[in-house]
């Protein structure tokens, strides 16, 4: 029987924890890379006959995760395999401020975590898998902020500006192999996660645009994660992924 392989990061909690919540299905072999495990996905794995492996790492130390990932996949079977993926989610936003009154250690972190970390995750994927038969894809989730700057942000536009780009570049190294992997920088909507919190609490001295969060919550507009998710993993199902390397689930 050969199953299907998801790396993801960031799935302890939010959109993260919904992703991994669907992706552990019967023969599934999920690896999830957090700050912190999630008990629950142990339970859920044990009761859908799925294979779950939680690796508790900080991401703004990159380096280490991704060659221990690098070790990992090459460790692992590809004649078992029917795919391999590898969804990087995890992202944190800086204090909402302008720059000229952010930490530097905030700043540097966010950008660790939302751009360094994909980025060096990506090389060990591809790197360990450049042989295997199995299609393979690559998910960046990114935000509507990569591509409309917001003040007091600056930090989390960077980070996910730099995603898009990256992924641009990587979808045309990919597409110069004969079984390149399939790559996607994808915005996922506006979605109900503690970061949207943080932005609905901002000094609005600090973050002019915090009205416009406000409303987008008193207006319902915001998606849960399990539907985000489901989007998401429907999107990755699609069998023109990768067709646009920078992409919006909203179409």
């Excluded at 993801?8 to 924890?17: H, N």
């Excluded at 009154?101 to 995750?121: K, Y």
């Excluded at 990587?170 to 920088?185: D, I, N, P, T, W």
């Amino acid at each position: 029987m050969q199953h299907t392989l998801t790396i993801l990061t960031g799935a302890s909690r939010g959109m993260g924890l919904a992703l991994a919540e669907q992706l552990l299905q019967p023969g599934a072999l999920l690896l999830c890379i957090s700050r912190q495990s999630n008990a629950s996905l142990d339970t859920l794995a044990a009761q859908r006959g799925a294979t779950l492996e939680q690796w508790q790492a900080d991401l703004a130390d990159a380096a280490p995760v991704a060659a221990r990932l690098r070790a990992w996949l090459q460790a692992q079977d590809p004649a078992a395999l029917q795919s391999a993926t590898l969804i990087n989610n995890a992202g944190v936003i800086s204090a909402l401020a302008p720059v000229r009154d952010g930490q530097s250690a905030d700043l540097a972190n966010a950008l660790r975590v939302g751009l360094e970390a994909p980025l060096l995750l990506c090389a060990a994927f591809l790197d360990a898998t450049r042989d295997w038969t199995a299609p393979r894809k690559v998910l960046n989730i990114s935000s509507g902020l990569g591509r409309r700057a917001m003040a007091a942000s600056a930090s989390y536009c960077a980070a996910k500006a730099g995603l898009d780009h990256f992924t641009r570049s990587l979808a045309m190294e990919e597409a110069l192999q004969a079984r390149g992997a399939k790559v996607c920088s994808l915005a996922p909507g506006v979605i109900a996660t503690d970061m949207q919190v943080q932005l609905r609490s901002a000094d609005p001295q600090a973050f002019p645009d915090l009205a416009n969060f406000q409303a987008l919550h008193a207006r319902g507009m915001l998606s849960s994660p399990l539907d985000a998710a489901a989007r998401i993993l429907a999107y990755l199902a699609r069998p023109d992924f990768g067709a646009e390397p920078v992409a919006d689930v909203r179409g």
